[in-house]
């Protein structure tokens, strides 16, 4: 598949990878099953957006939201996340991928967390498409911890502005994501990126995350590439 034609291709790309317990559900599969088809579609669109020329890639994988989930499918998430990175990270690394986790490493496993420190640890000089994980992430946790790292720093009420939280954010270095893609047709936010997504771009596709394809990824670009971004101010077509 080639570029989308015309298409100004986004910096940063964000996606809720929602489905994949549906997906499983139509084929009269187990809801880990799904999760398992979906953690496998990652490769192709990493190496998709890669192509396309995109710098920043974050998928939303596990909420602070998704421990009240049933214990066996938490416990089968974490599974999934751990067989990833033993799979992928040379793969990603040798792709010059930098991977990027959002979220709290404490409440996963311990040997989990090592697993995940050592992956970015191992790409952190990567210089090519960053993939920024969100496991065990929300968007409101992400910015109460950004407020406590800044009041452990000693600085005054009136040195805080959206510049410096920014700066303590998960995402830190990274730009705001240019288009937020949702898949399963639900057109919810679901607590992810919050403070970084304030002029973000949507799309929604009722594709499952699993039949998420080079193809809704063009469709996705195509679509923002039409759009107009005014950040709140006016254009002369305003």
């Known amino acids: 598949m080639s570029t989308p034609e015309g298409a100004h291709i986004p910096q940063h790309i964000a996606v809720i990878?929602?489905?994949?317990?549906?997906?499983?559900?139509k084929r009269g599969l187990p809801r880990l099953a799904g999760h398992r088809a979906g953690t496998e579609n990652i490769r192709a669109i990493v190496s998709e957006a890669d192509r396309l020329?995109?710098?920043?890639?974050?998928?939303?994988?596990?909420?602070t939201e998704n421990w009240n989930r049933p214990s066996i499918e938490v416990q089968g998430l974490?599974?999934?996340?751990?067989?990833f990175i033993d799979r992928e990270t040379q793969n990603l690394h040798e792709q010059n991928v930098c991977l990027r986790h959002l979220g709290r490493l404490d409440g996963l496993?311990?040997?989990l967390a090592r697993k995940v420190t050592y992956a970015v640890d191992v790409t952190r000089a990567n210089t090519g498409l960053t993939l920024a994980i969100a496991f065990n992430y929300g968007g409101r946790t992400d910015i109460v911890?950004?407020?406590?790292?800044?009041?452990?720093s000693g600085v005054s009420a009136d040195q805080v502005d959206e510049q410096?939280?920014?700066?303590?954010?998960?995402?830190?270095?990274?730009?705001?994501?240019?288009?937020?893609?949702?898949t399963s047709g639900e057109r919810r936010i679901s607590n992810f990126l919050i403070w970084q997504a304030a002029y973000s771009e949507y799309w929604f596709t009722p594709v499952?995350?699993?039949?998420?394809?080079?193809?809704?990824?063009?469709?996705a670009i195509s679509e923002y590439g039409r759009r107009e971004r005014r950040f709140g101010g006016l254009t002369e077509q305003s």
């Open 17 to 25: 990878m929602d489905g994949n317990g549906r997906w499983a559900r």
């Open 53 to 63: 020329g995109v710098r920043y890639l974050t998928l939303y994988a596990f909420s």
């Open 78 to 83: 974490m599974q999934i996340l751990g067989d």
């Open 109 to 111: 496993m311990p040997a």
């Open 145 to 152: 911890d950004a407020v406590r790292r800044i009041i452990a």
């Open 164 to 182: 410096r939280i920014t700066a303590h954010l998960a995402t830190a270095g990274m730009p705001d994501p240019d288009i937020i893609i949702r």
């Open 208 to 219: 499952f995350w699993p039949d998420f394809r080079a193809e809704q990824l063009q469709q």
